[in-house]
């Protein structure tokens, strides 16, 4: 068999490094972005901080900034590099580097805009819940065997504090991982003794049983609290599902009593695993835009965070002109060493200076796009907004405005939002007006809270309700509204 030898002419498209990592800092929002920066500055020795004093972070205001003069893209939407704008360092490469090493080299940024308290979060948490039963279960007269059990079961617990393993497989897992042989009943009476614990209702097996553990455990027996105990343990489907008339049948009691009942159940805890930290564990959103609204005009700032103070090392600078001198192996594999780490830090702090400016491109974009609802904060003022209409004013591919708005928080006068919930389609109403689906969500949220809770708006009764204010829209746009909104069918939202 004879061996062919054929040329083929192929056409690809590959990004540079660069561009990777411009897009995958795009996306990330400012606490992200900091982890980020952290462990660049631990795996990169020529990158590091700088701790001079800066100026304060810049405001761009609606009426006068034009970003578009702070950044050039190309055809593919990505950051061109401007050769002109070479930041100034008192250690010229030029000296020990070849002319066809040599690159434009941008060797510090510098944004101290943010206060240095800021920076930092310190969050102090307690202990979890689990370690407070396993406290609990120390403190009782039980056997060693008796304890690792106890321990073994409340390890076992999910966040919400429920025992979702079956006690079958439990057995099997003691008499492997501990040599412990035990029963099932022993099991149960182990895990009786854990459900006697605080918080009330934890290592429950399912709802039903978590609720009961909370109604035994009410010192004060009343009609209700009974009543309430006879509901859970005999009708949970019919309460769960708020078929009221049902209950009333079957208990032969009036609305105004089911009430009350209803009450003592609502106020019982379906989550006793997160009843310690429920409180406590919270996500912080730190806003990575800034818009202030004076004299009737928006003006945009950025989280100065978004643009730390970073600079290439002097140390760095200094030993690549040690080594450069040398024309030994071990000298030129040294430079070799330094030149990379050099030039990823200078790849680092330039994608990020791409980074803020093109953030700032696209916010500004969007701030004069929708500048009558930042100026009033009536959501009725909201265009239609899609990713086209904004990568088609700043010139930039619609994957990169995509990453801009991902996951990115806004602070205005009104409220902090996502970014992303500023993009809507577009409706029209029978007048042939374009509007926001985000004006329709809103209309649809005020209906339901208008509505009478004892006869809730089905979907079809919210769809002729939105057709008579003239937004013809279908019942299953509607249905997917509401779900967007997390409000429940009509039946669920079902009041005594």
């Known amino acids: 068999m004879a061996l062919k030898h054929s040329q083929q002419l192929k056409l690809s498209q590959k990004l540079l490094p660069q561009q990777i990592l411009l897009m995958k800092l795009l996306q990330l929002p400012t606490l992200a972005l900091e982890d980020r920066i952290k462990e660049e500055l631990e795996a990169n020795p020529a990158l590091e901080e700088d701790l001079n004093d800066s100026p304060e972070e810049e405001l761009y205001s609606n009426e006068e900034v034009d970003t578009t003069e702070e950044i050039e893209f190309d055809e593919r939407g990505e950051a061109k590099e401007d050769e002109s704008k070479i930041i100034e360092n008192d250690v010229v490469m030029e000296d020990y580097m070849d002319a066809e090493e040599l690159d434009s080299y941008k060797y510090e940024i510098s944004n101290k805009g943010a206060d240095d308290e800021t920076r ?12 407070q039963l396993e406290q609990q279960l120390g403190l009782k007269d039980i056997t060693e065997t008796e304890y690792t059990i106890g321990a073994y079961l409340i390890g ?9 393993r079956e ?10 991982n501990y040599n412990i042989t ?11 003794l854990i459900q006697s614990f605080d918080p009330a209702g934890v290592g429950a097996r399912n709802l039903q049983e978590c609720l009961l553990i909370q109604l035994d455990r009410k010192a004060e027996k009343t009609k209700e609290v009974l009543l309430a105990k006879d509901i859970i343990k005999y009708q949970m489907e019919e309460f769960s599902k708020k078929h009221y008339d049902k209950i009333l049948k079957r208990f032969h009691i009036e609305s105004d009593e089911l009430k009350d009942i209803v009450d003592v159940i609502t106020h019982l805890n379906p989550r006793p695993g997160n009843s310690e ?18 004299d009737g005009i928006p003006e945009l700032s ?11 090392s002097r140390d760095y600078f200094e030993m690549l002109k040690e080594y450069s001198k040398n024309k030994d192996k071990s000298a030129k594999e040294a430079t070799g060493f330094i030149k990379s780490k050099i030039e990823s830090a200078e790849w680092f702090i330039e994608a990020l200076q791409q980074r803020h400016a093109t953030l700032a491109l696209c916010m500004h974009s969007i701030l004069d796009y929708q500048h009558d609802y930042f100026v009033t904060g009536d959501e009725s003022k909201l265009k239609p907004m899609i990713l086209k209409d904004i990568a088609s004013r700043v010139n930039l591919d619609l994957s990169t405005v995509s990453r801009v708005a991902n996951s990115k928080y806004v602070q205005t006068p009104y ?10 389609e577009s409706m029209s109403t029978d007048s042939g007006e374009e509007v926001s689906s985000r004006e329709i ?6 209906c339901i809270l208008a509505e009478d809770k004892q006869h809730p708006y089905t979907d079809d009764a919210l769809c002729n309700i939105l057709k008579e204010k003239g937004y013809n829209i279908a019942r299953r746009t509607v249905a997917k509204y509401r779900e967007q909104l997390e409000i429940p069918v009509g039946r669920m939202r079902k009041e005594l």
């Open 441 to 446: 969500k809103k209309i649809l949220q005020d």
């Open 302 to 312: 950025i989280n100065g965070r978004n643009l730390p103070d970073l600079k290439i």
């Open 167 to 176: 006690l079958e497989l439990i057995v099997d897992d003691l008499a492997f």
């Open 415 to 424: 409220g902090t939002f996502l970014l992303k919930t500023f993009f809507s």
């Open 182 to 192: 035990t029963t099932i009943p022993e099991l149960e009476k182990a895990l009786l």
């Open 277 to 294: 930290s429920k409180e406590s564990n919270f996500t912080a959103v730190i806003p990575d835009f800034i818009i202030t609204v004076n």
């Open 120 to 131: 930092e979060f310190v969050v102090v948490e307690g202990i979890g819940f689990q370690e």
């Open 156 to 164: 076992c617990l999910d966040e919400d504090g429920y025992l979702r």
